[in-house]
């Protein structure tokens, strides 16, 4: 409970029906209340159904809202190229008002919404008219000096959540969220000499250039200042500290060697809480303190000032969903979780959109496809197993790709394993062959996201598949929770150009080098192969799937920088390196290529060869005119850490390697 003006938000709930009795008479343009006809557009089935009924997947009715400029109505589609995202926007959630306020957040919506979607823009409190007018201006003035073609598709409405009348709540209510920046992240501030707590709303620092995380034992607050200069000791204490003066690190740095136990910022009166964060040099030091940002609560500041104790606890109260979307084939969809307060999250989810439907495009093309899993449970050492009859006419095709779709064991992303661990596909088509238990793809997973398709061209791999059966297995690390899986091997033909080297078909593979512990001794394991091309060899191709994992001092091989060298004869370098690595947005950007946005984990960074919940491309390299076809060639393999050997002073990373010669005729 709450009883000043500082959570005025919380207390104004109680005038629920009163304000929207209010609305109702005096807000409805034109005078008319359609919204109340939109029973009739939804299926009245799954209204009585109780609050399930709606799940990720299922069909969006149609529906009509008002809006400040008319009617915004969505008829039920699919196959359109059309995306519509829903935002329930509520003043309650801090980290809501810092994504509405912060200007680099507001730009990336205008800057990346993909041009195929709209975006309606709904308020979940009775303030609905003037949140609506709110959230346009604040787009209008970010917009002011840049195109101004997305506000047409920004479609604010006056109508309160809980007045719509249609489907829309239930969605929001049903996929609920109590934490990860879904959910009112609040500090509970209590005194001796108050009645009731005042509860705030909060912001936790941008999660990843602090170490601390809040206790659930109550702290004590004590007074610091503008926290820019030393203070007395605050042991065990929390720091209550103003906005402004120095920077975020300077004050939270400040209070951390005063032995404070975290840090509470709080904005000046009318200014937005913002999403505390290190800039430039500052984010090399690394802070062990929890610390979050609230709006100044004068109670609080009072009986401090009285020297009074106040106390304080941290708590999240669950709330409606802030988010969902509807994609091109009019299913509705979560949209994960925003790792920090900005619209680009927004965006990163319409692209995977447009990447889906792109994917779709691409398997409408034709080809025999054979499954191997449909919707496999895969979990534990034996992964996913099955055996499968290949086409007869084998030899007919010379393009071979992976369709790999995983899902979780429900519908909703809360289902989904937590943690991002390597996939891996092995073959075996004769046991008694070199070419059995060999891999031929590879894939990383989502951070609790359920929604990961992707289509692999592995052509070179093609003589792997030299029976009539062959068994494949899945796996992933034998104590994740569990993936249902499932995988297609599309067989094509590229003869259609008439360009006959594309008609060449791979006939011989070659093993080459696998990979291991990164360490200083990594290269001393690697000796020269020495290879003639059999006879008729038209073309050689190196093939290699390589990812870098582990962390040791330097954060080799995840996030550091490693190359991988195949040189031939000696003399010529064929190098992959892993520039992405570690840079702030390396994966993010690869979003349009299929890696799943918006995960439950860090899935924006950058990292050695591979992305969360993305498929590893296979790195292909023509070096025929790098070898005399007729002679005794060499091919050595040796992997760099800053263009020397690993050396690592802690726990070695690893690399995890295939490599291949395919030889085509
Ligand atoms: C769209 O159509 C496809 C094929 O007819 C169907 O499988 C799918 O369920 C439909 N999607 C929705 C959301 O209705
Ligand atoms: C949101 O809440 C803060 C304080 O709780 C207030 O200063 C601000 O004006 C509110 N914004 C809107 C749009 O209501
Ligand atoms: C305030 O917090 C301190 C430290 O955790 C604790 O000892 C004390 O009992 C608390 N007081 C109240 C009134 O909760
Ligand atoms: C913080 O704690 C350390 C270790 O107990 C102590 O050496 C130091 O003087 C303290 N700093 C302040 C400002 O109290
Ligand atoms: C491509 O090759 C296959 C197998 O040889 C043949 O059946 C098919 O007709 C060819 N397609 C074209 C467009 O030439
Ligand atoms: C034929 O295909 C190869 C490989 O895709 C390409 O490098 C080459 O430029 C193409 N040649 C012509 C004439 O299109
Ligand atoms: C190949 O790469 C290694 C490591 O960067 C380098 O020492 C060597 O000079 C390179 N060789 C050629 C021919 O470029
Ligand atoms: C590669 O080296 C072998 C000897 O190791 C030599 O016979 C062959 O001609 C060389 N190939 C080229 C393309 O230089």
Known sequence: MCYNSGCRGLVSSLLYFSAAALFLNAASPRGNVKWFNNLEHVNTARLNEGLGGFEPGDPAPGFEVHTLDGQFTYTPQNDSKRVLLVHAFTNKSAFLECLWTTSESLADLLEYLPSNTEVLLLSLDETAVQDALWMREQALSAAAHRGKEVLSRLHFSPVPIYALGNWIPRVLYSWGCGGHNCGLAQVVFSSPDW?????????????????????????????????????????????WISEGGCSFFTKIKNMAESNASGVLVYALPGNPIQDMNCVGDECSTSLNIPASMVHVEPSVAQALGKGRPVNITFQITPSPNFFFAIDQKGALSEMGWFLYPTFRFMAWQAEWFSFSEALREQLSRPAVSVSVFDDHLM????????????????????????????????????????????????????????YCNLEIGRWITAFRRGTGHWLTDVSPLIPFLNAQKCSFTMKTAPWAMPWVTSLNLRFTHNNQTGNSSET??????????????????????????????????????????????????????????????????????????????????????????????????????????????????PWRTDITSQLDLTETNSVLYFGLFEGRDPNPQTEPGYIIMYSYLVFYK
Not at 555 to 579: K, M, Y
């Open 504 to 617: 060449l078909r791979p006939f011989t593979i070659m093993p080459l080098f696998n990979g291991g512990t990164f360490d200083k001794d990594y290269n001393s394991r690697y000796q020269e192969i020495k290879f003639s091309s059999p006879a008729s060899t038209k073309k050689v191709e190196l093939y290699a799937v390589i990812t870098a994992h582990g962390s040791d001092e330097n954060f080799c091989g995840e996030f550091c920088v490693t190359s991988h060298h195949f040189q031939i004869n000696r003399s010529i370098n064929n190098s992959l390196v892993f520039e992405s690595a570690g840079s702030p947005l390396g994966c993010a950007l690869r979003v349009p290529d299929g890696a799943v946005p918006n995960e439950h984990g860090t899935w924006l960074y950058g990292r050695g060869g591979w992305c969360d919940g993305l498929q590893v491309d």
């Open 379 to 434: 979990r534990g050492d034996a992964g996913a197993q099955a055996t499968v009859d290949l086409p007869e006419d084998l030899l007919a095709f010379n393009g071979l790709e992976l369709e790999a779709a995983l899902s979780c064991p429900g519908r909703r992303d809360e289902t989904c394993a937590h943690w991002d661990h390597t996939v891996q596909l092995f073959i075996c088509c004769d046991e008694t062959s070199i």
């Open 195 to 239: 009645n009731l707590p005042v509860i705030s709303k909060r912001l936790n620092a941008r999660y990843d250039w602090l170490n601390g995380r809040w206790g659930s034992d109550p702290y004590t607050l004590q007074e610091a200042g503008d926290g820019c200069g030393p203070v007395a000791s605050l042991e065990g204490a929390v720091a």
